[in-house]
């Protein structure tokens, strides 16, 4: 199986790129070591070229490297100069291959995916080559190899290196058994592959596997059990093959044929399962997205990043069994800081839950539930970590309320596993459940379990369940235990999930108490006070406010780094080290700055510099960046620091020139060693005078760094701006929205964070610039989404976005949409917001519609609280859409309506809505003065629908069509039948009067009655020609 050519214009020899990629760096320098090892030994014989490059190498180190990396480069580019190159790179290293060892490890991590096809089945060959020859670090590279055979992928590509690296295996099979962690990586990584090859097509290859597994095993067995419990459950995967179910056999009923010291199932499943191994299932490009996620990309902005994930790894469905690898890898792998969890950044517990809910296979859905339970099973609090158990209990908790589904089937597999599992432990995995429960609770992980275990969500038989099997965790919460204040963990758990939804939430700042005593207080108070933190309506989310740290100058560690630099760099580096005024640095960064443009300037150690910048210059990235007082002196005097030296030289070269593109390799190298790097730009390109009118070289910068996306790169850098210095994020926040308007107007990401941060009088400033045409935070295409997006997040957040929407001009009806999508007891921000703005405006047909949209419910004052103020205010014209509006809904028809009305998740104007407003605005208005019932046009518009609708509507609206008909006696007492009743407010005047004479002449006798009958009949014929337009 050859892999099948890769799509995409080939540009290199090396790795395939297209017309718009720029050129990859190590790419070229290995082109360099190429040419100059070709430029050696051109034109001379192969002897002659043999005593040239010896010769060559001989010279130093740099002349060694370059040719033994050039000898390395054409053995991947050119075949049939394989065999001659790696002969000749036998003959003239000097390090044993170490060079060669590192440059093929870092392409394995780094470049595999964009290898050539000829250069990866190079790259395999190199590799059995060096197997063969025993190199050592051959089987840290082989394993390095193995991490690229992606799980849940059966593509032509990933079968031929599963088969080729298999072959490697099974040819120097006792090259392999003399590393004890190559056999165990071995077995691990080819008993999860068999799963996915049991196609009919893939018989031969799964059968190849199966016997490798089976023999080392069998024959190395100990080895392969420093991989833990997590050998058991891959074993379970295939223990229906007939080899494997002898060996399972074996492995329960008689473990001393496997190892003398191997005493049973049990010792296996109490031994943790390293991250080396749980780590070694993911291909590099998986493990750096999934790090990505849980360490830069902001709770409730995950979507995009889940759906590129799906689409890349999950969209198949072999890829189905991938889920499993993802879930032990975060429970076991990703450990968040203490920082990383107290701050929004996406959770574990909510990545997790995605997996599972994503899932489309019942028996991938059950592997990925064992997968997330299994290290409760036999959990030890000695030897295992709080990390491994805590996903899963959060996703149960946090999937309580919006999906209670999820925490039914999680909590369901819980209760049932344990007499599962495996019959003759059931005691064991009730301990280690019962003991993962216990140190939950001492961990404060959750406050306690009784509101997850008997929830009035669950189902009777569940919650009967639960009750049955723990039944310490079903009581009413008692005083919570002791915590530990010598460990960090507790409080990093308890910061982070102290129930955003059940918790509670205390409105002092969170810090980190010295006195043990005073938090336990603390805790017992926050539990046990009826209503002690929680607010009126929506609660306030749980926050950790930055705290102000006092830093110890400790002088900046660059041992490991400086003797890398080339000697012009190393005395300037040091120089910097010693040099204590700004001043001085400043001089000595530009020197530092002109060698970098040097045209011999080596590229390889810009990472190294960037770290002894990063280290050197830690201090300039504390504190506050924008001075206290804000005037032109201060702004210059706050950007004249040597990192800002970078900044200048940047903004005054052209784009075009090559210097350009160098200084911005190094900023994005020191990006990676401090992100703080980004916002300080930007405060320096708005901020000095040099940088007039470059904002646009922020773009470049973004571009350059490891992220290469403008929107992703400002919105990292923003944020973690709004975490160090919220004056300085109100101080961006003008340029950033007038320069980057396709990045910052299309989402609320930004907005979000402006709001959740800025108090009244940093909200008051932002609403001055918006006046003064400094500032625009929404445009009409997108203001309608944003205010949506907003609907979820805090109420002062939401409060603050809607003041910044009204100091725009916009017109409401642009956004009157949303009512649609408001519900009177979840968004009353919005409604409360929404009818201030509704009461200043004359209403308009849309609006009405919009308004009388809002399904009834009698709690809900809104649409009665606008339209009574109308009817005050706009008599006349809220009469006539409401007419408009009746007679148009009574005309459609009522199938057609009916199912319009339940196919839209929207609500949709129907007739009973409206019926149902009026009538709760005739009751409101039933003990006043007003006449807004009495109109003409409403009247007949109520004749209209009486006419039309089915008789539990009239009996049900009977007091609001007994107006109507009031209406129509009246007309047919005073009217003769064949003329119409006038309907326009003109016709209304002109023919007030009338009723009144008619009525007089009536009471005076009856030959008078007779007499004016015929006048008024001509007067109403004129009145009706009036008034005909709106009949």
Known sequence: MEPSPAKGKAQGRLL??????????????????????????????????????????????????????????????????????????????????????????????????????????????????????????????????????????????????????????????????????????????????????????????????????????????????????????????????????????????????????????????????????????????????????????????????????????????????????????????????????????????????????????????????????????????????IMNIEPAILVMHHSMKPHPAITATLLDFMCRIIPHFFPPLESQVRQGVFNSLTFIMEKRVLAHLAPLFDNPKLDRELRSMLRERFPEFCNSPSPPTEVKMEESVPLEMDNHVLDKEDGCYDNTDATFSDDEEELNNKVHQCHHDKNPCLSQGKKREFRFHQLKETYIDEPADITPFVDQLDEALKERVLQLQKGSDTETHCEVMQEIVDLILEEDFDSEQMSTLASCMAELFKSHFRGDVLPEEITEESLEESVCKPVCLIFRNLCQMQEDNSGFSVLLDLLAELYQKQPKIGYHLLYYLKASKAAAGKMSLYESFAQATALGDLHTCLMMDMKACQEDDVRLLCYLTPSIYSEFPDETLRSGELLNMIVAVIDSAQLQELMCHVMMGNLVMFRKDSVLNILIQSLDWETFEQYSTWQLFLAHSIPLETIIPILQHLKYKEHPEALSCLLLQLRREKPSEEMVKMVLSRPYHQEDQFTTSILRHWAAKHEDLLGEHIKALLIKNNNMPRKRQSLRSSSSKLAQLTLEQMLEHLDSLRLNLSNTKNNFFSQTPILQALQHVQASCDEAHKMRFSDLFSLAEEYEDSSKQHKPRRKAPASSPRSRKGAAPQPCNEEESASSSASEEEDSKPKASKRKRKTSAVGSDSD
């Open 16 to 385: 395939v790129s297209t017309s718009l990629d720029a050129k990859d760096e190590l790419e070229e320098r290995l082109e360099r070591c190429v040419s100059i090892t070709t430029s050696i030994t051109n034109g001379l014989s192969e002897r002659e070229a043999n005593d040239a490059i010896t010769a060559h190498v001989c010279k130093g180190p740099q002349q060694h490297e370059e040719v033994c990396l050039g000898l390395f480069t054409l053995l991947l580019t050119e075949p049939p100069q394989a065999q001659r190159c790696y002969r000749d790179l036998t003959l003239v290293n000097r390090d044993g291959m170490n060079v060669v060892l590192i440059k093929i490890n870092q392409i394995l991590m780094e470049k595999f995916l964009k290898l050539q096809d000829v250069c990866r089945t190079q790259l395999v060959w190199l590799v059995r080559e060096l197997v063969k020859s025993g190199v050592i670090g051959a089987d840290g590279v082989l394993m390095t190899l193995m991490k690229q055979i992606a799980g849940g992928d059966i593509s032509n590509k990933n079968l031929w290196l599963a088969e080729n690296v298999l072959d490697i295996l099974v040819e120097q099979r006792e090259w392999v058994l003399k590393s004890g962690m190559l056999v165990a990586m071995s077995v691990y990584t080819y008993l999860r592959l068999i799963v996915d090859h049991g196609t009919p097509n893939l018989v031969s290859l799964r059968q190849r596997e199966v016997d490798f597994c089976i023999g080392l095993l069998r024959e190395r067995f100990m080895e392969c059990f420093i991989i833990g419990r997590d050998l058991v459950r891959l074993l379970q995967n295939v223990a229906r093959i007939p080899e494997m179910e002898s060996l399972w056999k074996d492995l329960l009923h008689s473990p001393q044929a496997l190892s003398p010291q191997f005493t049973g199932i049990l010792q296996l499943l109490t031994s943790r399962t390293s991250r080396k191994f749980l780590a070694c299932r993911l291909t590099p490009d998986m493990e750096t997205k999934l790090l990505f996620m849980t360490s830069r990309v902001r709770f409730g902005q995950q979507k995009r990043y889940q759906d590129w994930f799906q689409r890349q790894y999950l969209s198949t469905a072999e890829s189905q069994s991938l889920r499993c690898d993802l879930i032990r890898y975060i429970c076991g792998v990703v450990h968040p800081s203490n920082e990383v969890l107290s701050s929004d950044i996406l959770p574990r517990w909510a990545i997790i839950g995605w997996l599972l809910t994503t899932c489309t296979s019942n028996v991938a859905a059950s592997n990925a539930k064992l997968a997330l339970f299994y290290d409760w099973l036999f959990f030890n609090p000695e030897k295992d970590s």
